[in-house]
């Protein structure tokens, strides 16, 4: 360590090594420093352990095993030769002091005071364990012969009794003898589930992608193969098929209902009042203005209403009343117009072509020649 670090101590004027021997002398100081400050009471500092879990009988809290503190070393005693030492730390949780002291006897460290052990100990002869040999017993067994041959008897019958566990074991343990090719077994196992398990996450990742499902799926079951084989999916007909089969249930309906079917004299009369609905229809001019031809005024709009009621016979005394209703509205009894109507309505002639005429329906278009009349 020496050639790798330097280390540079001062050394006074009046330091002689023969007389102080070493600077700690000469300072009148232990190289432990603070550690060393009980050293006239036989106490030193040092770094302990914690050796197993205690709980502190301070604060009643969990210290674990491997915790370390600064502890008060002190000898206490001797266990024939060696030394019994005692150690005493304070709580880093709480002011309690607790103290430890080595127990050579059994190899062990016993609470003295200021906590309680949290028993984690092996019962070896409460789990069937081959246990050491005491002092005492050895020492029997090499001086008393009936002693040790009693004692041979009874590991001769413990033995006959756990004989068929040790086969089984043994047995157990020969079956994992050969490392190499369990191991190889083992990894071709291993990389043929793999292959498998990559195959259904690209078959779960494509059915994933074309339901746009985010959920993940869960591996199928033979419960889950029955109840899909008992399902039966049937693809539903095109838009032609459908259109087809409503044609041919509109065909295949009958006319009538059933109870005129069975009544051939309902279904005569519904005939006949069908025939005469279409010759009616044909001849009113209803069917005219659906043709697109509509009957239209013609110039003069004026004579249209008194042609129209010159169809109708006039009962006597009709042309004397229509002479004083113009009279009294303005009009002029002798005007042209009023006199030939009421000569066409003496004469009982047939009324005139101008008053109506049937043409064609152009309203729409602005250049027809009779929207100009």
Same mark, same amino acid.
């Given at each position: 360590?020496?050639?790798?670090?330097? +280390?540079?101590?001062?050394?006074?004027?009046?330091?002689?090594?023969?007389?102080?021997?070493?600077? =700690?002398?000469?300072?009148?100081?232990?190289?432990?420093?603070?550690?060393?400050?009980?050293?006239?009471?036989?106490?030193?500092?040092?770094?302990?352990?914690?050796?197993?879990?205690?709980?502190?009988? /301070?604060?009643?809290?969990?210290?674990?095993?491997?915790?370390?503190? #600064?502890?008060?070393?002190?000898?206490?005693? #001797?266990?024939?030769?060696?030394?019994?030492?005692?150690?005493?730390?304070?709580?880093?949780?709480?002011?309690?002091?607790? !103290?430890?002291?080595?127990?050579?006897?059994?190899?062990?460290?016993?609470?003295?005071? /200021?906590?309680?052990? %949290?028993?984690?100990?092996?019962?070896?002869?409460? #789990?069937?364990?081959?246990? @050491?040999?005491?002092?005492?017993?050895?020492?029997?067994?090499?001086?008393?012969?009936?002693?040790?041959?009693?004692?041979?008897? #009874?590991?001769?019958?413990?033995?006959?009794?756990?004989?068929?566990?040790?086969?089984?074991?043994?047995?157990?343990?020969?079956?994992?003898?050969?490392?190499?090719?369990?191991?190889?077994?083992?990894?071709?196992?291993?990389?043929? !589930?793999?292959? +498998?398990?990559?195959?259904?996450?690209?078959?779960?990742?494509?059915?994933? @992608?074309?339901?746009?499902?985010?959920?993940?799926?869960?591996?199928?079951?033979?419960?889950?193969?029955?109840?899909?084989?008992?399902?039966?999916?049937?693809?539903?007909?095109?838009? !032609?098929?459908?259109?087809?089969?409503?044609?041919?249930?509109?065909?295949? *309906?009958?006319?009538?209902?059933? @109870?005129?079917?069975? =009544?051939?004299?309902? =279904?005569?009369?519904?005939?006949?009042?069908?025939?005469? /609905?279409?010759?009616?229809?044909?001849?009113?001019?209803?069917?005219?203005?659906?043709?697109?031809?509509?009957?239209?005024?013609?110039?003069?709009? !004026?004579?249209?209403?008194?042609?129209?009621?010159?169809?109708?016979?006039?009962?006597?005394?009709?042309?004397?009343?229509?002479?004083?209703? *113009?009279?009294?509205?303005?009009?002029?009894?002798?005007?042209?117009?009023?006199? %030939? +109507?009421?000569?066409?309505?003496?004469?009982?002639?047939?009324?005139?072509?101008?008053?109506?005429?049937?043409?064609?329906?152009?309203?729409?278009?602005?250049?027809?020649?009779?929207?100009?009349?």
């Amino acid at each position: 360590m020496g050639e790798r670090k330097g +280390v540079n101590k001062y050394y006074p004027p009046d330091f002689d090594p023969a007389k102080h021997g070493s600077l =700690n002398k000469y300072r009148n100081s232990h190289p432990l420093r603070e550690r060393a400050r009980k050293l006239s009471q036989g106490i030193l500092i040092i770094r302990f352990e914690m050796p197993y879990n205690i709980w502190c009988d /301070g604060c009643q809290n969990h210290i674990g095993m491997g915790v370390r503190y #600064n502890a008060e070393k002190k000898k206490v005693g #001797n266990y024939y030769t060696t030394p019994i030492y005692r150690f005493r730390m304070k709580c880093h949780l709480c002011p309690n002091h607790i !103290e430890m002291q080595t127990d050579p006897a059994n190899c062990d460290y016993v609470i003295v005071s /200021g906590a309680r052990r %949290k028993e984690e100990r092996w019962d070896m002869e409460a #789990n069937e364990q081959i246990m @050491t040999t005491a002092h005492e017993e050895k020492q029997k067994l090499e001086t008393d012969a009936m002693y040790r041959l009693e004692h041979g008897s #009874n590991d001769q019958s413990k033995l006959q009794r756990v004989l068929p566990t040790l086969q089984n074991i043994q047995e157990a343990q020969s079956a994992w003898k050969d490392d190499f090719a369990l191991n190889s077994l083992l990894r071709r196992k291993f990389r043929e !589930e793999k292959k +498998v398990l990559q195959e259904e996450e690209k078959k779960d990742l494509a059915l994933q @992608t074309k339901a746009c499902l985010s959920i993940p799926l869960v591996r199928e079951s033979d419960e889950d193969q029955h109840l899909a084989a008992l399902l039966k999916y049937q693809s539903l007909g095109s838009y !032609e098929d459908k259109q087809k089969q409503k044609r041919s249930e509109i065909i295949d *309906r009958p006319w009538f209902s059933p @109870t005129q079917a069975a =009544n051939p004299k309902a =279904n005569d009369s519904l005939k006949k009042l069908a025939f005469t /609905g279409k010759s009616s229809a044909s001849r009113s001019p209803a069917a005219m203005s659906h043709l697109g031809v509509v009957r239209r005024k013609s110039k003069d709009k !004026e004579r249209a209403p008194a042609e129209e009621e010159s169809e109708r016979p006039s009962p006597p005394g009709e042309a004397d009343r229509r002479h004083q209703e *113009r009279a009294l509205n303005g009009a002029s009894c002798d005007s042209p117009l009023v006199t %030939k +109507v009421d000569s066409q309505k003496a004469e009982g002639s047939p009324p005139s072509s101008l008053a109506a005429s049937l043409v064609a329906d152009y309203s729409d278009s602005a250049s027809d020649p009779e929207a100009e009349l």
